[in-house]
């Protein structure tokens, strides 16, 4: 029997930059930051004051007052994810036990555990909440979505960092593509703009200093000096082409190869060759079965640290070879700031979108030119150029890479 | 505080705790078939009925508690107007 082809028939974006396809997609095409001064606690003391927070979200809309309570917001935002993305979809008629799960997420319930921890160090274990446990675990969004929705069939979590949404996407795929399921929601969560997670990533030198929210995320540019944190989650439904074409599905893009790798390096640092995220977008290529010179789009990690950018840069040109001059590559964290564990499946959405409707989102903040960031990253405005086949990479902290290729459907 | 200001305020926390109307909260109410409390959300009622109130109830006690009305009893007992 020959492999199932997958596609990705429903988005579901909850991000600083909208809720909801249409939202989220008109903001990245207008070039629209998302980012904003920190409004989640109070962070006057902190060196980091601006954050991509999503906005406007009244958790009770998506889940029933009760699970609200007992959950952290990181499956508030996954639950909205999901049901938006299942809407999206159509709510496809399935078995739930062929229906999977894969969420990833960076650090989970950090929140529920940060407070639980005051309520333990200020007044005894007597008092810490029941719910701590089930809201700090990083599966919580995975188990949420499953209970919500019905979903019996395989159902796994991720935890690779900033590249855990796409590898969630990209094991999903496989599901799918093997028989295991015949639709998976796949995705990514994360709410971690909480003291104790700013507070750390200041110290690592990792977030940018620019007070200017809309302008500190400026992916290849030669003053970026850092990542933006931001929060958020964004499922994929993830479908058999045959059975999407037989219901006729909307489909975005066909999902069509994925690609992972390890740097075996440094647990924060990329490895300066590129050398294992270079066998990724290879890796992912390859799944395709297409060649670099067919690669039109590439949504880069492109996080804005002085490091990820020249190296991803370096990366791509060794994949693509030449051909890394021609195609467009954008990086949507200038206006999304960093989802982390959602952001590779935030960005497995641009990707589709950008194959669906052929525009490509910019990359803002482009206005001083760094010579080792010399390739097309599609400045300020947004292109409008067919999009065949394109690569969506992942990097996360611990050298873990996801690579996903998105093609345009064949009609 | 008399037994019928302890009922009054135990139903008003429950109420508030486990997100539902005060009316739905009388003395008959049982806590796993007619309000679909699981073990998780009563540690945490308990939690709250403890901080409010001022007493401390043991955890193996509330365990035997089935109705919103033992649950009065037993915070009344506490506060010595039981």
Not at chain 1, 207 to 216: G, H
Not at chain 2, 2 to 31: C, G, H, I, N, P
């Amino acid at each position: 029997m020959s492999q199932r082809r997958v596609v990705v028939t429903g988005i579901g974006p909850v991000t600083p930059v909208g809720i909801g396809v249409e939202p989220f997609w008109s903001a990245l095409v207008a070039g629209r930051s998302g980012i904003g001064p920190l409004t989640l606690f109070d962070a006057s003391e902190y060196p980091v004051r601006i954050a991509g927070e999503v906005r406007n979200f009244e958790p009770g809309d998506w889940m029933d007052r009760r699970e609200v309570r007992r959950t952290d917001r990181v499956v508030h935002l996954a639950g909205a994810a999901a049901r938006l993305a299942w809407d999206d979809a159509g709510k496809p008629a399935v078995e739930g036990s062929r229906a999977a799960v894969v969420m990833g997420t960076g650090i989970g319930g950090i929140g529920s555990l940060s407070e639980q921890l005051k309520v333990l160090n200020e007044r005894g274990p007597g008092r810490v909440s029941p719910f701590t446990v089930p809201a700090l675990m990083p599966n919580a969004p995975a188990a949420h979505v499953a209970m919500d929705l019905g979903f019996t069939g395989p159902n796994t979590c991720i935890v690779t960092a900033c590249a855990a949404g796409a590898h969630a996407v990209g094991e999903g795929y496989r599901y799918v593509r093997d028989g295991l399921a015949d639709v998976c929601l796949a995705g990514g969560a994360e709410a971690a703009i909480v003291p104790i997670a700013m507070a750390a990533f200041a110290q690592m030198g990792a977030m940018s200093r620019n007070p200017d929210p809309e302008r500190a995320s400026r992916p290849f540019d030669a003053a970026r000096d850092g990542f933006v944190l931001s929060e958020g989650a964004c499922v994929l439904i993830l479908e058999d082409a045959e059975r999407a074409e037989a219901r006729g599905a909307r489909v975005y893009a066909e999902l069509a190869g994925y690609g992972a790798s390890a740097d075996a390096h440094h647990v924060t640092a990329p490895e300066p060759d590129g050398a294992a995220a270079v066998a990724a977008m290879q890796a992912a290529l390859a799944d395709a079965d297409e060649p670099a010179e067919s690669v039109d789009y590439v949504n880069a990690h492109g996080t804005s640290t002085p490091l990820n950018d020249t190296a991803e840069t370096r990366a791509l040109k060794k994949a693509l070879g030449d051909h890394a001059y021609q195609a467009a590559v954008s990086s949507t964290k200038s206006m999304t700031g960093h989802l982390l564990g959602a952001a590779g499946a935030a960005e497995a959405a641009v990707t589709a979108l950008a194959v669906q409707t052929g525009t490509i989102p910019p990359t803002i903040n482009q206005e001083t030119p760094d010579p080792d960031c010399d390739l097309d990253y599609v400045p300020n405005e947004a292109r409008e150029k067919q999009v065949r086949l394109a690569l969506s990479n992942s990097f996360g902290f611990g050298g873990h890479n996801a690579v996903l290729a998105l093609r345009r459907e064949r009609s | 505080m008399t037994k019928t200001e302890v009922e009054t305020k135990v139903r008003t926390l429950l109420s508030e705790q486990l997100q539902v109307k005060q009316d739905e909260v009388q003395a008959a109410t049982r806590f796993r078939e007619d309000l679909d409390v699981d073990s998780l959300d009563l540690v945490e009622a308990t939690l709250a009925l403890e901080d409010a109130l001022g007493v401390e109830i043991p955890e193996e006690e509330m365990r035997d508690v089935e109705t919103v009305g033992q649950a009065v009893d037993l915070v009344a007992v506490k506060l010595g107007v039981g």
